[in-house]
């Protein structure tokens, strides 16, 4: 069936870093890709996705490249603020599984000032 | 916008009791879900519904069960509340289709039951 791991937080950044979360996924068909945001007190929010393989997502400064032959979803930002503070979930959406979604754990990314 | 509310932020239940939880969207989606979600484990799939009076299990519906008498509003009723569904439920809606990995989430209702 289908599954997604993302890297285990938490993660502490100071303001400006680079941020990476890996996502890894296993799927039976050809899935479109997600990352979802939650902010403290929020529910989840979509911030970008791609739906087949070599597409890049982006959105706020956030980036991630569907790649099929090492099926990853990595997201990268190059400088981050502290409302960039949330939680982060890799997700995928697969016909096999009739398009509902499977997320990762969740990322904890805390960046202070 | 699309909005997708749910009718309280925090609610505190005693054991045994029976818990609603109700969600609105105003999207007209045709897709509606319910999740729990717990730290370490993400957010898992309870119940959905793809039409009206329509309901499907998800991954975890042991003690839940579901209601959908009009397309905008889908409910969570936990029958018989217990100490291990005490939980942050998210409620979220979408198209049909290929569009249903695109859904739109209410602020979710932390559930503590005592």
């Known amino acids: 069936g289908d599954s997604v791991t993302q890297m285990e937080g938490p993660v502490t950044l100071s303001e400006e870093a680079f941020l990476t979360i890996n996502c890894t996924y296993t799927?039976?068909?050809?899935?479109?890709l997600f990352w979802y945001v939650q902010y403290p007190g929020e529910g989840l929010q979509l911030l970008l996705k791609?739906?087949?393989?070599?597409d890049k997502g982006s959105n706020k400064g956030f980036e991630a490249t569907y790649r099929k032959e090492t099926t990853s979803f990595h997201l990268e930002k190059g400088s981050v603020q502290v409302s960039d503070s949330a939680v982060y979930f890799c997700a995928l959406s697969d016909l096999a599984n009739d398009y509902k979604l499977s997320f990762g754990a969740g990322t904890t990314v805390t960046v202070r000032a | 916008d699309v909005k997708v509310t749910q009718s309280s932020r925090y609610l505190v239940k005693r054991t045994g009791e029976k818990v609603f939880l109700e969600c609105v969207q105003d999207m007209d989606h045709e897709n509606m879900f319910w999740y729990r979600q717990d730290p370490g484990l993400g957010l898992r799939l309870i119940y959905f519904?793809?039409?009206?009076?329509?309901?499907e299990k998800g991954d975890i519906p042991e003690g839940y069960s579901v209601s959908r008498e009009k397309k905008e509003r889908f409910s969570l009723i936990l029958e018989s509340a217990s100490t291990n569904q005490t939980s942050m439920y998210l409620c979220?809606?979408?198209?049909?289709?290929?569009?249903?990995?695109?859904?739109?989430f209410g602020p979710g209702t932390r559930l503590t039951v005592l």
């Open positions: 979220a809606s979408s198209f049909l289709g290929r569009e249903r990995g695109e859904q739109f």
């Open positions: 791609a739906t087949k393989a070599d």
């Open positions: 799927a039976t068909g050809y899935p479109s």
């Open positions: 519904s793809y039409d009206v009076k329509m309901k």
